[in-house]
């Protein structure tokens, strides 16, 4: 089964947007075994959504659309749809139900614009968005089928995951397949290739691994193909076990995990709080704690010490440490994370502070020096790390590691009951 | 003058690699006043690249291809164009001298894989690859251009910056594009739509207004085509103005800033001080103030004050205060304010509390319920949100709105000296 993923909008024609949707539907596509044939971008144009239409329904069993709806002036996919399945707009009650208790929810009432996006095509079939105002539509033609979503990623997602992939697999006989993504942190893709090179090497040929590295993650997704879901699942279940037991100390959970819910659970497991004492990541590894539900039971929050001034006068990093060794030391993300223990009154604080770049860097101390730092009461361990010239790639890396070094400083010191 | 754009890889297809190069090809492009109809991306494919080349050609006068290039075995698209331009492989003597010096420069010499990247179709013109092994192709065909590009990012732009351009503009005579983004924060799509209706219905044809929302921001672009430059631009320029005069409560910037660039500017330009007491966002809105360069320029810092504990201790928040009126209210967010102004030494002050989600609402406040306040050491000013249930969206769109809602105060109580 072939499918084409197309992008309507005016701005990735320019350049002004990357489309990341296309990319995204793809991995989805892939991982319930519909390959995707091409992916098409056009403009807000009636006659390019049209021929897109009809080239894609020649070649693909399943188009997929996002982009082109909203309630402004330069939504005319609908109308184009309308047109291309001969099918009129009328006024879609179910649509504007959802729609008004988007807007109940956010205590505001539908507009006009908003109304006017409930007129769908009359063969459309409803997918319902509970994240915006521009509904999804499915189209059967001809047995095969055209779907149109919004452009807007969250939406589309949420789509996607609750309305659109679902149906699919109830419509189409698609080849079973079945996957488990193992998560590792700690080491480069390159590392683990040596580490696992036999393992891979003897695969079998239904079984395929891919490597997915991200910023100092690397996604290990191990996918087998094949008619008996029972028996996949089995290897694949097999397989992955294996995997682990070359690399236990860079895996740290599967799938859709994260690593920061990882270290939530551990924390909350061992009733342990956790606070952050951050200069050069700003603030980011308390919103990547804190984008977990429920992080309040085990992070207390920290303190973003930009300044030296912050430093000292909240963290009580001392006036000498600064003068004698610098702000990007060994000695003062130790001093940040005694002062962040009695501060927040945590368990175990993760400090950091770095040269973020791209400018503040000296020959000692180039940009992309960064200390970490992770400790209890009883000890500090800490780590330097040496990363390029890319401010956001410096501050995103470190905020990966220093969760990581906090997992591996759970782990060790604070061994889980084994009851 | 109309360009397609096509990318070639299966790693694109199954979604690994998200492609970027036919954003950043159309943004060149565009600025050199050709228009991109469409971008593709197809598989390593033989078939699939033919049917690009011949779809391609029917539409558009140029054609860019980037990817599936290179010393492996899976290249085929140098194949695929001898046989299309039905043009044989011929040894292409500069492209291997070219390549000879690459490798001089790593101290090394091509091996025998790379020899072979040497044989070009005849009638192609080589673009020589100064980064890379594998070189560029540009075919003349029915007055039309069929250009080949290495898919590396890195060697694909220093060919379209020192080959593909210059030799463009000398061949064609191309359409003149002008635009001009308005970036927008505080409204929504369909509300700004109807305060600008009366301007965009006297819209002249050859200028078009799109609109592109994001979590709390609104960019509104306009673009005018023609064949003049000079009167293009002043268009655009007269048609920004009316436009900005409209909503001059909304618009933040233009073009490719961000509202915390934006807001550090003022800062800057104000020799002001800004610091974060952060509850619910858990340190997003640090982190998107530091990830200016430079920010340490007017920030000072924050806290993050998840706990109660931590507000009361480090923001001076009254425990009284939290009993009566609850973490999540007007009360305990000017106080926030008063508490951090002291507590960081800073001028203006951005506190946030609320219920995040997907737990702790309650029927008074609900999931969604969003306290900020802004405030100097004169006074202080208070917004409530009522958002949806999406814990990340609604920490996203919090951070947003409470820089948005910063620049504002900074705007109206520090007014520049217009000197």
């Not at 659109?164 to 080849?175: H, I, T």
């Not at 290990?220 to 008996?228: C, F, I, P, V």
């Amino acid at each position: 089964m072939k499918a084409s993923i197309i992008t309507i909008g005016d701005e990735i024609l320019i350049g002004q947007i990357v489309d990341t949707n296309s990319s995204w539907i793809a991995q989805q596509l892939n991982l319930a075994g519909i390959w995707v044939d091409q992916m098409l971008s056009v403009g807000d144009d009636r006659q390019a959504i049209t021929e897109a239409l009809q080239n894609g329904l020649e070649t693909s069993e399943l188009l997929i659309f996002t982009g082109g709806l909203g309630p402004t002036k330069d939504d005319i996919t609908v109308h184009t749809f309308a047109a291309f399945f001969d099918s009129p707009l009328v006024f879609n009650q179910p649509a504007f139900d959802h729609l008004t208790r988007f807007f109940e929810r956010l205590g505001r009432s539908p507009g006009e614009a908003h109304r006017q996006q409930c007129f769908l095509p009359e063969k459309a079939t409803l997918l319902p968005n509970k994240m915006g105002t521009a509904p999804g539509m499915w189209f059967d033609y001809d047995g095969k089928v055209v779907i149109s979503l919004p452009g807007v990623p969250y939406e589309m997602k949420h789509l996607m995951e609750k309305e659109v992939l679902p149906r699919l697999q109830e419509k189409f006989d698609v080849q079973a397949v079945e996957h488990r993504t193992i998560l590792t942190a700690g080491e480069g893709e390159s590392r683990i290739a040596e580490r696992i090179e036999a393992f891979e090497n003897q695969l079998p040929d239904f079984v395929k691994l891919a490597y997915l590295p991200n910023l100092g993650q690397v996604r290990l997704r191990l996918t087998a193909k094949g008619s008996d879901t029972a028996y996949l699942r089995q290897v694949i279940q097999h397989k992955t076990e294996e995997l682990v037991n070359l690399i236990p100390d860079l895996v740290f959970g599967y799938d859709k995990e994260t690593l920061e819910e990882v270290l939530g659970k551990q924390l909350k497991d061992r009733q342990l709080t956790l606070a952050s004492a951050e200069s050069c990541t700003g603030g980011l590894i308390g919103h990547t704690l804190t984008s977990v539900p429920g992080s309040s039971a085990y992070y207390n929050g920290g303190m973003v010490v930009y300044s030296n001034d912050m430093k000292v006068r909240h963290l009580n990093v001392s006036e000498e440490t600064l003068a004698r060794y610098g702000a990007v030391s060994e000695e003062t993300v130790k001093e940040m994370v005694s002062g962040a223990l009695k501060a927040c009154q945590s368990d175990v604080v993760i400090a950091v502070s770095g040269i973020a770049g791209p400018g503040g860097g000296s020959p000692e101390k180039p940009v992309g020096t960064i200390w970490v730092a992770v400790g209890n009461a009883r000890e500090i361990e800490t780590r330097k790390l040496q990363l390029g010239k890319d401010r956001m790639l410096n501050i995103r890396y470190t905020a990966t590691f220093a969760l990581n070094m906090t997992r591996q400083f759970v782990s060790k010191h604070y061994p889980y009951p084994l009851c």
